[in-house]
């Protein structure tokens, strides 16, 4: 039951998710490896409840994280680990009290971590490395105009739900994933060129 995903193995329920292994009830996750309930993340490993995380091994309950390891409710960090709520913890201190809030459950740990999230900013937009884009989640692109989850893309406007390697195209839906470019008005498309309303 994956839809709109592409090259995963062994996973289910992945929505707009492409390159995983052994992940389920994911959208938006790319290049992954048992990632459990991760929204817009990349490069995961042995992680779950996580969203906008990069470079993440061993991460639960995580929020706009990159390349953190052995991270439990923790938001806006950066090469962090070892921390619990956003506090620093020693290794041996930090499996306990995980052990610990393991303990309590996992509304008590949402309640905290959703807590956590609204005590501290964050971005109005998701966008990395791009330049001249406008819209939200996009990554690695340039001159994009109202674009929503973008990667790889350049020269393209109105694109909508996960396009990826497209090129001077306008009006699309799930496009991409392999390279695309000259597309009008289309969904679905993959590895194509000069296509309309398709």
Avoid at 94 to 112: N, T
Avoid at 142 to 170: G, H, I, P, T, W
Wanted: net charge negative.
């Amino acid at each position: 039951l994956c839809f709109a995903s592409h090259y995963n193995e062994d996973c289910g329920y992945l929505t707009y998710s492409a390159n995983n292994r052994n992940s389920y009830d994911g959208l938006n996750v790319f290049k992954s490896e048992f990632a459990y309930e991760a929204n817009y993340c990349e490069r995961l490993f042995m992680s779950a409840f996580c969203t906008y995380c990069f470079d993440c091994v061993n991460c639960l309950f995580g929020y706009d994280l990159r390349n953190c390891s052995n991270c439990f409710g923790c938001v806006n960090l950066r090469n962090a680990s070892h921390q619990i709520f956003n506090v620093q913890y020693r290794k041996d201190d930090y499996e306990k009290e995980v052990a610990r809030w393991e303990e309590r459950g996992i509304s008590e740990i949402k309640a905290k971590f959703e807590e956590l999230k609204q005590s501290l900013p964050r971005r109005a937009m998701y966008e990395n490395k791009s330049v001249n884009s406008t819209g939200a989640d996009i990554e690695e692109s340039k001159n994009l105009r109202n674009c929503f989850v973008a990667k790889e893309c350049e020269d393209s406007a109105y694109l909508f739900v996960n396009s990826a390697k497209v090129r001077e195209s306008m009006d699309g839906n799930n496009l991409g994933y392999d390279p695309s470019e000259f597309l009008y008005e289309c969904q679905g498309i993959t590895g194509s060129k000069d296509l309309k309303f398709c």
